[in-house]
């Protein structure tokens, strides 16, 4: 029920889809599941089939296709432009298949406006476990280990930024989680706070139990109407819960959110503006230092994080800091949800771990044409350390990379030889660079920051 | 959260309440909040959400963020001037519609977009545009 599955009748399918179903299952809205082109999403569990651009007048159909046993409704399953083929579950689905879900997971199982549904997914129980068995010096070092930067765009490491925090004495001390997205074709945050907006709030708790913070603000563009109200309501339903406010969960904590509404001005998503803006003045960027950790928000120190970097945060304490940095690179730990839009073929927010680049080299059409598919020698199994599942399991499996062209011995004495021998290996570059670079001086496997 | 920081808050619940903010209601406001005249008006011309001008009853926003223009919102803009006979920025003279242009409210997937009042449509046509706007 993300904004644009209303746009195209969202609404209306589901109430079509709850009159048909009756009392024989249990229909839910829920947040957004990424595959926009193809909205509005239908699924159902346990069988994981996914059905597109339902409208209203089929929903009956599907509905009742399904529950009656006789499977999917053949027409409205997703479609492989490739491969002309119709794939009904959604984890087969290549655009589905080959992502890495961490933050956008829970979107397609819950919906936003029910805090059981998070609950019951496994919501808040980190918060619980945390504030029980971790010291708030514990919570940065795990954010430390894995390696998670902030997801707004400027990477800067988050631990770093929340230990700078941690250290001022000055207090009281805030948060504010950044949903001032303006960026042309960007809406990844948008649909975070809208499909799982406590997701952004445990991430936020968690925050402030490490930093020291009692207030937080979440700054949403007035153009993010459903954003605004999924959060709104979902700070409501924490503070019934004692999830928020004295207290919390029965420990030490009191920390309480709210939600400022933006104006219209794409400037007020750089730190200082925002900070401005929130104090009741034009949204004026000004100089640092000094840095908001230190002067922020009514001068006092402010931890400021990009709305999907806050709900990473529950992701990495769940997981532990070092599973979360062995997702992605060896700077970056984790996923990042990218939206893909304009002239692609399936529109949508895909969610991939950080540097997929191996694979952009040895797929991209130049190369593929050039050497074929990348050849040598392979283990069975992906290596000790790594997921079977990992994103790119595929080439962690290579003990060799081979990338080669076969010129006939004849060639060599043809005039074309030397232009086709200096093309083959400006090809290969990319490749020979990408794994040349753990060697080069000064390369990601120097550790120049703790 | 000191009171002279609402003004902004304050601001947009006027504009909620009359369609725009007429001047007098941004001067009550401010002495309310103690906050001085200059920043009052100073954030009420900042803030492009805001006019100073009354609009009309509906108001049609086109987004002309590069997803959008990439899938045609400059044609969606002039069907819609055509359909309503006004420019963009300006209001209908029976006051029933303001069409302005808009950059980016993030529903790129669904490109061009069209935003009436509070609801959104996605994929609009030229054709498809004159009948949202009604």
């Known amino acids: 029920m993300g904004t644009g599955c209303r746009a195209a009748g969202a609404e209306d399918v589901l109430s079509a889809a709850r009159e048909a179903a009756g009392d024989r299952a249990v229909v839910r809205g829920t947040g957004c599941r990424g595959l926009c082109e193809k909205g509005p999403l239908v699924s159902a569990e346990p069988s994981g089939v996914l059905s597109c651009g339902v409208s209203p007048k089929n929903a009956r159909t599907v509905v009742d296709?399904?529950?009656?046993?006789?499977?999917?409704?053949?027409?409205?399953?997703?479609r492989d432009a490739r491969t002309k083929k119709r794939i009904a579950v959604e984890d087969d689905i290549p655009f589905y298949a080959r992502q890495t879900r961490l933050v956008l997971g829970m979107n397609g199982r819950i919906d936003p406006e029910s805090i059981d549904d998070y609950i019951d997914a496994g919501g808040y129980a980190e918060l619980r476990r945390t504030l029980a068995k971790r010291t708030p010096e514990e919570v940065i070092d795990e954010v430390l280990r894995a390696r998670l930067r902030g997801r707004g765009g400027a990477g800067f490491p988050t631990a770093v930024k929340w230990r700078a925090c941690r250290k001022q004495e000055a207090s009281p001390k805030m948060l504010l989680g950044n949903c001032d997205e303006g960026d042309p074709g960007a809406y990844m945050d948008r649909s975070i706070l809208e499909g799982n907006p406590h997701l952004v709030l445990?991430?936020?708790?968690l925050g402030a139990y490490a930093v020291g913070a009692s207030e937080a603000i979440i700054y949403v563009r007035d153009e993010y109407p459903l954003a605004l109200a999924n959060a709104e309501r979902a700070i409501r339903q924490?503070?019934?819960?004692?999830?928020?406010?004295k207290g919390i969960l029965g420990a030490a904590l009191d920390f309480d959110v709210r939600v400022f509404r933006g104006s219209g001005a794409f400037v007020c998503g750089e730190e200082t503006a925002m900070i401005a803006s929130i104090e009741g003045r034009p949204g004026e960027p000004v100089d640092r230092p000094p840095y908001p950790v230190e002067r922020g928000l009514f001068g006092r120190p402010t931890v400021i994080n990009n709305i999907e970097t806050w709900a990473n945060v529950p992701v990495v304490l769940a997981r532990g800091g070092e599973a979360f940095a062995r997702i992605g690179t060896e700077r970056s730990g984790g996923t990042k949800v990218f939206s893909l839009v304009g002239q692609v073929a399936n529109t949508g927010l895909v969610?991939?771990?950080?540097?997929?680049?191996?694979?952009?080299?040895?797929e991209a059409p130049a190369f593929r044409?050039?050497?074929?598919?990348?050849?040598?020698?392979?283990?069975q199994r992906v290596p000790r350390g790594f997921s079977k599942d990992h994103p790119a399991a595929e080439f962690l499996k290579y003990r060799q990379f081979l990338a080669g062209v076969e010129l006939p011995a004849s060639f060599a004495s043809d005039p074309r030889f030397y232009g086709r021998l200096l093309e083959v290996f400006r090809r290969v570059i990319p490749?020979?660079?990408?794994?040349?670079?753990?060697?080069?001086?000064?390369?990601?496997w120097r550790q120049t920051e703790t | 959260m000191p009171e002279h920081a609402t003004i902004l808050q304050a601001l947009q619940d006027l504009h909620e309440e009359h369609?725009?903010?007429p001047i007098g209601e941004?001067?009550?406001?401010a002495e309310r909040l103690g906050v001085p005249l200059s920043q009052a008006f100073s954030v009420a011309t900042f803030y492009k959400a805001f006019s100073l001008v009354p609009r009309g009853k509906k108001i049609v926003k086109v987004c002309l963020g590069t997803a959008c223009h990439v899938r045609g919102a400059r044609e969606l803009v002039e069907a819609l001037e055509r359909a309503l006979k006004i420019r963009a920025g300006e209001t209908t003279p029976d006051r029933a519609v303001t069409l302005e242009v808009v950059k980016c409210v993030g529903a790129c997937a669904i490109a061009p977009v069209v935003v009436v009042g509070k609801r959104t449509y996605g994929n609009v046509s030229p054709q498809g545009a004159a009948e949202v706007v009604g």
Request: hydrophobic share 40%.
């Open chain 1, 238 to 245: 924490a503070r019934e819960r004692g999830l928020l406010g």
């Open chain 1, 369 to 379: 044409k050039t050497f074929g598919p990348l050849e040598g020698e392979r283990l």
């Open chain 1, 431 to 444: 490749l020979a660079r990408f794994l040349n670079e753990p060697l080069l001086k000064g390369g990601p």
């Open chain 2, 19 to 21: 369609g725009y903010l």
């Open chain 1, 351 to 362: 969610e991939v771990a950080m540097g997929t680049s191996l694979r952009t080299i040895v």
């Open chain 2, 26 to 29: 941004v001067k009550k406001a």
């Open chain 1, 65 to 78: 296709s399904i529950l009656s046993g006789r499977g999917p409704v053949e027409a409205l399953l997703y």
């Open chain 1, 202 to 205: 445990e991430g936020m708790i």
